[in-house]
């Protein structure tokens, strides 16, 4: 008999009949302020599970079931949530997240599609090939994040931290990340011939300077009053992209065809290795 108590109270919110967590049957039960640190839970079915506020550090959460729980402000620090199915195509049926902390957490190939994860600490989470399509991380800390191959299309990712971020390869198509900080971000590649897609991405007064978009593919993106100081966007393919009122002093244009790109306003006169066509107007 397994016993999960209140991780304050000790009250006992609920009895498991086993001997173990692994692939328990745990719907729908009460489980809101719950202790259940570095528990092994993989497998386990929590769907319709109140999770709230939770503390689920240091547990193993592989391989769980957790559509439509609820884990708002629950601690999942450090936890194993590796190719655990959170996310799903219908946004009523996806876990809600806003306000936890999953620093350092494993989420490597999870799925996240349309999960609610606003406010949430992601600081140095792994997310290698997690698909996060439709999620929303508005104001969330994902600095130092791991998310080689992962899908963010349509994702929001207004005001998030994404600083030292390593988006390799990423594939970040129609995301929202205005006003979001990409101090230091790696978008280029793992290969010499792969890119990271950030076409029709909104990138609106973001922050990227320093960041490396070798070879990315921003087609159509909006980098309108962008901060791109110190960029590398060498061999990027930015056809149709708007960089209107960017700062682009000391970003790197090597190879980049710059004939569709509407720069009015820019100032390039510090940018290294841009080629502007001769009809170019109002720059600065």
């Known amino acids: 008999m397994i016993e999960i108590k209140h991780k304050e109270t000790g009250k006992v919110l609920e009895k498991i009949d086993a001997d173990s967590l692994v692939g328990a049957d745990l719907r729908d039960m009460q489980l809101s302020g719950a202790d259940l640190r570095s528990m092994d839970l993989t497998g386990a079915n929590l769907e319709f599970s109140d999770l709230v506020e939770a503390d689920l550090s240091g547990s193993i959460l592989r391989n769980a079931l957790l559509w439509n729980a609820h884990l708002n402000r629950a601690n999942l620090m450090n936890a194993d949530l590796s190719y655990a199915r959170m996310g799903s195509q219908q946004r009523s049926r996806a876990a809600m997240l806003s306000g936890a902390n999953l620093s350092n957490a494993k989420l490597e190939g999870a799925d996240l599609r349309n999960c609610e994860l606003r406010k949430a600490n992601l600081q140095n989470a792994n997310m290698n090939r997690a698909d996060m399509r439709g999620a929303d991380f508005n104001g969330s800390d994902l600095c ?137 107007k109002n720059l600065r």
């Open 144 to 280: 130092h994040i791991t998310a080689r191959k992962a899908l963010f299309i349509q994702t929001n990712l207004r005001e998030t931290n994404l600083c030292h971020a390593d988006l390799r390869d990423c594939h970040l198509n129609d995301a929202n990340m205005v006003k979001a900080s990409l101090h230091q971000a790696d978008l280029s590649s793992t290969s010499e011939d792969g890119f990271t897609v950030l076409n029709l991405a909104n990138l609106e007064s973001a922050d990227l300077e320093g960041a490396n978009l070798r070879n990315v593919s921003a087609q159509d993106a909006n980098f309108r009053n962008t901060n791109l100081r110190d960029v590398d966007l060498s061999n990027a393919v930015l056809g149709g992209a708007i960089m209107r009122r960017a700062d682009v002093a000391g970003a790197r244009f090597d190879n980049v065809e710059l004939a569709s790109v509407t720069i009015e306003f820019a100032n390039f006169s510090e940018a290294i290795n841009a080629t502007i066509p001769g009809y170019k």
